[in-house]
């Protein structure tokens, strides 16, 4: 697994760090690997059809 670093809002970290206390998620890195697999699930298909448009 590739580490990336991001910066988050404190409002948003203390959010996830909530959501881990709950039992939500393991970890937090585990609550935002959940978000990027919903986002890339929502949003993969449209942009490999907007790069498939742009191939020659």
Known sequence: ????????PEQQI???????EAGEFPTVSE???DAV????EKRAT??????????F
Do not use: G, H, N, P
């Not at 697994?1 to 988050?8: F, S």
């Not at 449209?46 to 191939?55: G, K, M």
């Open 31 to 33: 609550a935002i690997r």
């Open 14 to 20: 203390t959010m996830l760090e909530k959501m881990v």
């Open 46 to 55: 449209r942009v490999l059809a907007d790069s498939d448009q742009l191939s």
């Open 37 to 40: 697999r919903m986002l890339i």
């Open 1 to 8: 697994m590739k580490r990336i670093t991001i910066r988050l």
